[in-house]
């Protein structure tokens, strides 16, 4: 490009009350080259307002990663006053060679499983109801919402009381006398199932409806005049043009669902025994009652590498789908 | 010039807005960057950290006494229960200075102490305190670690143990009695042995009526399941194993411990449904609710029952009885906790004078008018507390039987395997004898670990 001469100014600027120097900054070398004559350059302050956020970052974000990671390759007890000692890969070969903690790992899967499908499910069929307009759309579409907005530990310790086998108004409603939920061993991950789709479905319902708002109206109208089915304007049309969001709904919902941990902790504790047991509540016990900090290091990596790997299927997935669609 | 100005006062304004997220200087705020308490050390205000509940009320207004004396501030920081016990020790592992005393459960003295976390009070209390005037089963449960050793690390604060209430109106009944009788050959009357109740929350079990049996601890939660259950180990002659070798295998396992868990298995069915996570609060709302004829629970929350805006139904109609014996001997469970004071408080000195302070005999008065359970032998024996209030008799007559659980730093991971397989048992999801097996196991593994299966010496706890 070289160094072409500086254009003139398409408008005459009045002169610098102090002097005659303009009160821009040089054009050329002064903008492009990020430095005014006295002051700081763009690219300065630029970073000087990123300093701060980078400083966080590596605080907060980088340094506890690769501390930890360093932690998970020693036999270190936070509540002990003793320095940390590398014992190599012992804790991720004691992990993984623990029996509890795939059964754990097979817990939480079990739960993700049935709590995300029956999310998809009634999330997408809600969807498609509040897509229709009717009276009261939005005053129904808000109190959907609700359940999402509250704590997991408000919603926990709700479901405890509509759970009450005595007093409660779930048994109460479906005639099922003095059924126990959440302490029978048969229906206690059910039961957690249920109150975590009862919270978050209205979170794929919303991601579902702005995929369905954006699905064009002239595809439907096209599909009415070849006399299309309605099976056939879904399966062809709505879906494919949904799935894209439906997906993403589905990786937040499953790395969430995975991580599941205050909702199990104010209702079940985990049990009875530790049938409700799941990774993070696992993870908890070792971090903050054995204080074992090196173990628990390792187990979060564990589960870390697992939510990357289940991400990233799910990431493959979607970039399929979204080839096809 | 005025555009350089300009850029300078976004930056300094971005920067100062930053450091504005937390609070500006203030020299009675917090070093340890905890939120709530104010730092000993600043302001001549002592912290003293205890769990969420009655007795913890009732110290602050005790604590008052001591301001107006000294000028010095005493604060007591409620944590609820369930997360009491973390957020104390991760406090403690930061060093933070954020707690000057912590009333701490009995279990804890050896995690804290051979951690360095608790000041050694041996000499102190020596020279300060008359030990012989604390109740000495009280000063061993709550101060003294390892066992035997005369070492103490806390000043006994709060007595407890586990005991009964009972329905009677329905246990003086005339027409329950002599069904009672009719049907079992002797009189309902308060159970003496474990068989008795079972026989009485038997009787008394009527899901068509709602009514049950017994509210008892069973469940998962901190160290509900082996609160309830250990006792009854005991009383069958059961064990957790040797405290000078550290041997488990045969003892936690042994046949009399699987025959009292075998045995409380059996009662938890005269429970109400869902009760497998019962702890002392659904105990005690099982009560008040009518929905048992007894509850097992500490004698610490047996004012409430007293109270007839929190126990409407029953205020008037609630007896008191001691945890019943077995065949092999009769024990209780210890509850309650001791005072210790944090090795990263900034005021020991003051500290300890506060704990010289609370073991006055006058002060331990009070503490009991109050509704705190002193550790005053004088006054523990006495008629007058014997007669203060409805429980005081039984609670006086329970201490002596107490037992406590291991008090090793790792009674923590000891703990969740007992609370893991005893509440499967209860539950019905394990044998008694596989629950006890897999426990003694997971102990053995445990004491192995941390070396101390070899080791002969040092006691730690009465198991």
């Not at chain 1, 009652?289 to 589960?303: K, L, R, V």
């Not at chain 2, 609820?80 to 005393?101: E, G, N, R």
């Not at chain 2, 604390?134 to 586990?162: H, I, N, Q, R």
Request: hydrophobic share 45%; proline share 6%; glycine share 8%.
């Amino acid at each position: 490009m070289g160094n072409a001469p500086d254009p003139p100014a398409p408008f005459p600027l009045p002169s610098h009350p102090g002097g005659g120097d303009s009160p821009l900054p040089p054009r050329g070398g002064g903008a492009r080259g990020g430095r005014s004559r006295r002051g700081l350059s763009d690219r300065q302050i630029t970073n000087l307002f990123l300093l701060p956020t980078l400083l966080l970052l590596i605080a907060m974000n980088l340094f506890p990663l690769f501390w930890s990671l360093y932690l998970s390759f020693c036999d270190y007890h936070a509540d002990r006053n003793q320095p940390a000692q590398w014992i190599g890969t012992a804790n991720y070969a004691a992990l993984l060679a623990s029996p509890e903690k795939w059964r754990y790992f097979t817990q939480t899967a079990t739960f993700v499983l049935l709590a995300v499908s029956i999310e998809f499910v009634a999330g997408f069929g809600l969807a498609l109801l509040f897509h229709r307009k009717f009276r009261a759309q939005g005053l129904l579409t808000t109190l959907i919402l609700l359940p999402m907005m509250l704590s997991p530990v408000v919603v926990g310790l709700f479901w405890q009381l509509i759970f009450d086998p005595k007093r409660g108004i779930f048994n109460y409603l479906l005639g099922l006398g003095s059924t126990v939920w959440l302490q029978d061993p048969g229906r206690a991950m059910l039961s957690l199932v249920l109150i975590d789709a009862w919270m978050w479905s209205p979170f794929v319902m919303l991601i579902a409806l702005a995929g369905l708002s954006a699905v064009p109206e002239y595809l439907y109208e096209a599909a009415a005049v070849d006399r299309a089915s309605a099976w056939f304007r879904f399966r062809y049309i709505t879906l494919p043009m949904v799935a894209p969001l439906l997906l993403i709904a589905l990786i937040f919902r499953t790395m969430d669902a995975f991580k599941v941990f205050d909702l199990v902790w104010a209702t079940t504790s985990g049990g009875p025994s530790d049938l409700t047991e799941t990774v993070s509540t696992s993870l908890y016990r070792i971090a903050f009652e054995s204080f074992d900090t090196g173990q628990a290091c390792a187990f979060g990596y564990i589960i870390l590498v697992v939510i990357i790997a289940l991400t990233n299927l799910y990431l493959r997935f979607m970039a399929r789908v979204k080839g096809e669609a | 010039m005025k555009k350089r100005a300009m850029r300078l006062a976004v930056v300094w304004a971005a920067l100062l807005s930053l450091a504005g997220c937390s609070k500006p200087a203030d020299p009675g705020a917090p070093t340890s960057g905890a939120a709530t308490p104010t730092s000993a050390a600043a302001g001549g205000t002592l912290n003293i950290v205890w769990a969420q509940w009655d007795p913890a009320k009732y110290l602050q207004q005790l604590v008052n006494d001591y301001t107006k004396e000294t000028g010095v501030t005493v604060k007591v920081h409620e944590i609820p229960w369930p997360q009491f016990q973390q957020k104390v020790f991760v406090s403690l592992s930061a060093h933070q200075d954020t707690y000057d005393i912590i009333v701490g459960d009995s279990q804890w003295l050896g995690r804290a102490s051979e951690n360095g976390h608790y000041v050694e009070l041996t000499d102190w209390m020596k020279e300060k305190l008359d030990l012989d005037s604390f109740y000495a089963p009280a000063l061993e449960g709550y101060g003294e670690y390892p066992k035997g050793s005369k070492k103490y690390w806390a000043v006994p604060c709060e007595a407890d143990a586990t005991g009964f209430c009972y329905r009677k109106d329905l246990f003086e009944d005339p027409n329950e009695k002599a069904a009672f009788k009719a049907k079992y050959g002797r009189d309902l009357a308060v159970p003496k042995t474990w068989q008795e109740l079972y026989e009485i929350a038997e009787f008394f079990n009527r899901p068509d009526r709602n009514l049950y049996g017994v509210a008892l601890f069973l469940g998962k939660a901190y160290d509900s399941v082996t609160m309830g259950f250990q006792q009854v180990m005991w009383c069958y002659g059961g064990s957790y194993g040797d405290p000078q070798t550290f041997q488990v295998e045969g003892l936690l396992n042994g046949p009399e411990s699987v025959t009292a868990l075998d045995f409380y298995s059996r009662l938890a069915r005269f429970t109400p449904p869902g009760s497998l996570d019962f702890y002392f609060e659904r105990c005690l709302a099982a009560y008040q609710n009518g929905l048992v004829a007894m509850a097992m629970n500490y004698f610490a929350f047996f004012p409430g029952l007293t109270n007839q805006e929190t126990n409407p139904r029953f205020y008037d109609k609630t007896g008191y009885f001691v945890s019943p014996a077995g065949p092999k001997g009769h024990f209780v469970s210890l509850g309650g906790q001791g005072m210790s004071i944090s090795a990263y408080s900034k005021q020991q000195e003051q500290a300890k004078q506060f704990l010289e302070w609370f073991a006055k005999e006058e002060v331990q008065r009070k503490w009991a008018e109050l509704g705190g359970y002193t550790c005053n032998k004088k006054i523990l024996e006495s008629e007058t507390f014997r007669t203060a209030t409805p429980f005081n008799a039984a609670f006086a007559d329970s201490l002596p039987l107490v037992r406590d659980f291991w008090a090793v730093p790792e009674y923590n991971q000891l703990l969740d395997s007992c609370q893991k397989h005893w509440n499967a048992a209860v539950a019905g999801i394990e044998e008694p004898k596989a629950a006890l097996d897999a426990t003694a196991k997971e102990h053995a593994a445990i004491f192995q670990k941390a070396g101390r299966a070899k080791q002969a010496t040092a006691g730690s706890g009465r198991s």
